[in-house]
């Protein structure tokens, strides 16, 4: 008789072709934030025929979902991103990620009676900038998850996410257009006024902590060469150790900005994307069990270094941490030296080592599912 390891893997790999089906699908279709209702569509797709009870537009976010199978006291969560990025695609491979929890959640399936398990996925969107999660936090999701669990690609394996905390802001400047040649003195240029914030910014990073980040894009700055801009636009981050420093640096950023709209005359708005991402909170025994299961299936961790710095990218499951016992831990892919948010690593995000990683996540995380079954019973 095979054992509950042994079933799950084996629940994988009968599906392995459509896993790796739909991956190809969301690769092929990259929808962004809030947009990504074809993806929310397609995911939960096998988890409907294998007889999961799935929610779509999940507690009124249109682009969520929630599947569940088995009613056992140890409530596992599988979180499956499928955002994509502005410009980029699936550059960071959440296509992979929500196939891999798609086939962790099949895999428990398969012992969840014998396990005493009740097996759940979060269709989660909007991960890049928007804080889909958060916003389902909000709405009461997760509550009473004994454990929340995802893999995400990167250029190599790294078991623990220490993602920096994070806020995202969009940034917008208003001015008055004018005639750039015959009448100047009547302008106030918007986009000058992001001039005066960058190099604010660019001075403020020598006095800042060597934790912090701070980073954005002018996404609009006029129209023509011959019109003073009236309006300019952009989204900025800044990312910080915890939420407490976060707190402390951001305002000191803020103050950038602002010196811009002082120094043109212009107007600023400052306007949240989302609530802030926290730091990870991870759950120490779970990500043992995720160790020892990884390498079991031949997966080697990388050592410290520029390859494994994927595992300081900032995510709103870090909020879910926060809340519930979790774990996020990173699935190599052998994308090097292209690396996550570059074209290149989109075109590692199919294909054979792809497809590994896929399938090696789905099992190890369905395992790690099943030892935390064995350990809570």
Not at 297 to 316: H, I, V, W
Request: charged share 20%; hydrophobic share 45%.
């Amino acid at each position: 008789m095979a054992t509950p390891k042994e079933a799950a893997r084996h629940r994988i790999q009968r599906h392995a072709t459509e896993l790796i089906a739909l991956s190809e699908r969301l690769h092929a279709d990259p929808e962004t934030a809030w947009e990504e209702r074809r993806a929310a569509a397609a995911v939960p797709e096998l988890l409907d025929r294998a007889g999961f009870e799935v929610t779509p537009a999940y507690l009124g976010l249109e682009t969520a979902f929630h599947a569940r199978f088995g009613s056992g006291p140890v409530r596992i969560a599988l979180c499956a991103e499928y955002d994509a990025l502005p410009g980029l695609g699936h550059a960071c491979g959440h296509n992979l990620i929500a196939a891999s929890s798609v086939g962790a959640a099949l895999g428990l399936a398969a012992v969840a009676d014998d396990a005493g398990l009740t097996v759940e996925v979060y269709g989660t969107p909007a991960e890049e900038g928007g804080g889909g999660k958060i916003e389902m936090l909000d709405r009461g999701a997760f509550a009473g998850v004994d454990l929340a669990m995802m893999v995400h690609p990167a250029p190599v394996d790294v078991a623990e996410a220490r993602p920096f905390a994070v806020s995202h802001s969009r940034i917008s400047y208003t001015g008055r257009s004018a005639h750039a040649a015959a009448y100047p003195e009547a302008g106030v240029n918007a986009a000058d006024a992001f001039t005066v914030a960058q190099v604010a910014i660019g001075l403020l990073r020598q006095q800042l902590p060597a934790s912090t980040r701070v980073h954005g894009v002018v996404t609009h700055a006029g129209d023509a060469p011959n019109a003073i801009p009236d309006r300019a636009a952009g989204r900025w981050y800044v990312r910080a150790e915890t939420l407490a420093e976060l707190a402390e640096v951001e305002p000191r950023v803020m103050r950038a900005f602002a010196a811009g709209a002082l120094a043109t005359g212009c107007e600023l708005e400052i306007e949240p994307e989302s609530r802030p991402y926290a730091e990870f909170r991870t759950d120490t025994a779970a990500l043992g069990h995720y160790r020892r299961n990884a390498v079991a299936l031949g997966r080697e961790f990388a050592p410290p270094g520029q390859a494994s710095r994927m595992n300081r990218a900032s995510t709103d499951m870090g909020n879910v941490s926060q809340v519930v016992p979790a774990i996020h831990p990173y699935i190599g892919i052998g994308s090097l030296p292209a690396t996550n948010h570059q074209h290149e690593f989109a075109a590692f995000c199919v294909g054979g080592p792809a497809e590994r990683a896929l399938l090696d996540g789905a099992v190890a995380l369905a395992w790690t599912g099943v030892d935390r079954a064995m350990t809570e019973g």
